[in-house]
């Protein structure tokens, strides 16, 4: 348990980046109408930063904190927000997946020419985030199952 | 044409990647090869979505001077650029599937070489 | 019979740089759905005539596509990341119990 740990100096600047590094995560996962990036790139940010933990800590230390069954259904209710969204489309709008948002005041601003209101886009920031949970808690299930798998491979 | 350089990059990403794949054994370099082939893949997508001169598809902190009337000519296209979003994230989640299949075999048999994999077969 | 392989892996790879070399131009796309996408903006009136913006009201032409025009890709795409978690999942939950 204890050997599969780094040095104290990369446990301390693994503890200070990581916050950093889900808040960067949660920056392209937002703008991801506006700038470059989206729920795929931000995702797969956030679970590097999980990643780092495991490679700080230990992947045993990390499941024990952040139990894999958590993970696993962040990324589920990720790709049920998705579903029920576009299904929402068939019974506000037309058809599935429509972006029945556009026009209306909440998030429907469309932008003119120069400038770039954070809550334009429709429903593409809420499928934004959806698919960004559900990339952080895939991935980052991904690896930490990989990281314990060679683990116990190696006894 | 010369000037068809990137295309000739993607197809010898992808001669590396098939070779990788057809000679080689080991499942983990089958594993490497199958990526470069990806990369491979994605490179020409990319590629083919080029216009010379573009800007990014995107019209936030557009650079300074663009104008809109020569906005449709000036932007790279971005339809290629969302298949390949979609093409990577398949990527990394078939090369997770593949490596944690090599694993289990490793586990199993005790060994990564294809050839005598097949052979321990009952 | 590797060797058989191996010069039929050279021919065709020769054939495929011999096509990349005549492929279209690089740097100049046939390019009239991806002009219909990206848009046309009218300045004198201020409004946006047609395009991404006009009809997804994001900024990003690329984000419009996956999450709008081609929705259903995306939806296909989140299916497979799942199957292949769940896959992951399945051959390393026994495992981690031990």
């Known amino acids: 348990m204890n050997e599969e740990r780094m040095s104290v100096i990369v446990q301390t600047i693994a503890s200070i980046l990581f916050p950093i590094i889900l808040i960067f995560s949660f920056y392209i996962i937002m703008h991801g109408h506006l700038t470059p ?3 795929f790139q931000g995702g797969a940010v956030g679970a590097s930063a999980v990643a780092l933990l495991i490679v700080a800590f230990g992947a045993r230390y990390v499941e024990n904190k952040m139990r894999e069954e958590n993970l696993s259904a962040f990324e589920s209710v990720g790709g049920l927000v998705f579903v029920i969204v576009s ?13 029945f948002l556009v026009g209306e005041p909440l998030f429907g601003i469309i932008p003119k020419w120069g400038v770039s209101p954070l809550n334009s886009g429709g429903v593409l920031p809420i499928l934004n985030i ?7 808690g895939g991935l980052a299930s991904v690896v930490l199952m990989l990281a314990i798998a060679s683990k116990e491979g190696e006894k | ?20 794949i057809l000679f080689r054994r080991n499942l983990i370099k089958i594993a490497i090869g199958i990526t470069i082939v990806e990369s491979g893949v994605n490179l020409f997508l990319i590629t083919l979505g080029y216009r010379k001169g573009g800007i990014a598809p995107i019209f936030t902190n557009l650079p300074p001077g663009t104008t809109p009337e020569e906005i449709p000519g000036k932007m790279v296209l971005p339809v290629p650029q969302a298949l390949t979003l979609t093409s990577i994230v398949i990527g990394v989640a078939v090369l997770a599937l593949i490596l944690s299949l090599a694993i289990q075999i490793y ?14 077969k009952e | 019979m590797k060797k058989i392989f191996f010069i039929a892996f050279v021919v065709f790879f020769i054939f495929m740089f011999y096509s990349a070399y005549e492929i279209r131009d690089f740097g100049n796309p046939p390019s009239q759905m991806d002009d219909r996408i990206i848009g046309k903006y009218n300045s004198t009136t201020g409004e946006w005539e ?3 913006v006009n009809e997804t009201g994001a900024n990003n032409a690329v984000t419009s596509v996956v999450f709008d025009y081609r929705g259903y ?7 497979v990341l799942f199957t292949a978690i769940a896959g992951v999942m399945m051959l390393f939950r026994r495992v981690k119990n031990e």
């Open chain 1, 87 to 99: 299904i929402l489309g068939i019974f506000v709008a037309t058809t599935f997946l429509t972006n």
């Open chain 2, 1 to 20: 044409m010369i000037y068809n350089l990137p295309f000739m990059t993607v197809i010898a990403l992808i001669a590396i990647g098939m070779y990788a």
């Open chain 1, 37 to 39: 990036g989206g729920g």
């Open chain 3, 50 to 52: 047609y395009g991404a």
């Open chain 1, 130 to 136: 959806a698919v960004g949970m559900k990339v952080i």
């Open chain 3, 73 to 79: 890709d995306t939806l296909g795409e989140a299916t």
């Open chain 2, 107 to 120: 586990r199993n048999y005790g060994t990564l070489n294809a050839e005598k994999v097949r052979r321990l």
